[in-house]
Each structure stands twice: as C-alpha cells, then as structure tokens.
C-alpha cells in the first residue's frame, strides 16, 4: 500500500505562484510514476503533469505549459508541482496519483494504482 498526501493549496491572485507537494509513504524511486490531476468544478478530472519513476521524463498538458513544473525529490519521496502565473480557470481541487510503471521513462495518466485526496487551489483576485 502507498499513501499519498497532497498539500500546498491555498487562495492566491491571478499571476501568483503556488507549489503543491505530494508525499508518499514509502519510496518511489525508480518505480512509481507520478501524475497531477485536477478537478474544477463542473468539470471532469484531468491529467495535468507526469514525473516518469526516475525523473528522466516529464510532460505537461497544454494549457500549463511553461508554467508549471513537476520536479521529484527522491531522498524524502516527494514530488512537486510549481504553478507560476496562476489564472482563474487553475481553480481545482489537485490530485497526485501514482502508477507503478517500473524502471524507466514511462509516463502514464490512467489507471493509476494509489490517489491522494486532494488539495484546493482557488485562483481569484
């Protein structure tokens, strides 16, 4: 069993900054990839970022872009996501979700193994 904890969101303006962290209960290195999720309300979930099990590969949809960045810090089996030039529609309630993919640079956005349970991002000036 993996335990995931998200934590980091907050209430912030149109063009602040936010990074979210995810920690987990044991190691993932070089087994679990990550991903961020999101969920705005009325909307359906979505697959915003990915962190291969290494850290060698990463991906992003389109609409963070250059915004965000998910890093992975391997020694305390944490995974970030900075969010820079926040805008209203990154209103959210934030999921990590991990999937265990082995060793390499897969980076898979469904039928994830473990969730955490959130955390609510509110963009808005």
């Known amino acids: 069993q993996l335990e995931l904890v998200e934590s980091g969101g907050g209430l912030v303006e149109p063009g602040q900054s936010l990074r979210l962290s995810c920690t987990a209960s044991r190691t993932i290195l070089n087994y679990y990839s990550i991903v961020w999720f999101r969920q705005a309300p009325g909307k359906e979930r979505e697959g915003i970022s990915c962190i291969s099990s290494t850290g060698g590969r990463t991906t992003y949809t389109d609409s963070v872009k250059g915004r965000f960045t998910i890093t992975r810090d391997n020694a305390n089996n944490m995974v970030y996501l900075q969010m820079n030039n926040l805008k209203p529609e990154d209103t959210a309630i934030y999921y990590c979700?991990?999937?265990?993919?082995?060793?390499?640079?897969?980076?898979?956005?469904?039928?994830?193994?473990?969730w955490g349970k959130g955390t609510l991002v509110t963009v808005s000036s």
């Open positions: 979700a991990a999937r265990a993919t082995g060793f390499g640079d897969s980076c898979i956005y469904y039928s994830m193994d473990y």
